[in-house]
């Protein structure tokens, strides 16, 4: 199945991409720890996820 965000660590910085799109948005430490931590878990929702990914 296909994703529709990727976070990954890049040259010291955390980015959430969308496959496909040339953009990005470069995350806080802390956001891309709980994504980790989220995804350990099971995919929990997080609430400010939605907001920074819609961000141009």
């Not at 040259?11 to 470069?26: A, D, I, W």
């Not at 929990?44 to 920074?52: E, F, H, M």
């Amino acid at each position: 199945m296909p994703h529709d965000l990727l976070a990954a660590p890049f040259l010291g910085r955390y980015l959430l991409l969308r496959p496909g799109s040339p953009e990005g948005v470069q995350l806080p430490r802390g956001y891309f720890d709980q994504l980790a931590q989220a995804t350990a878990a099971g995919g929990s929702y997080l609430p400010w996820l939605a907001g920074r990914a819609r961000r141009p």
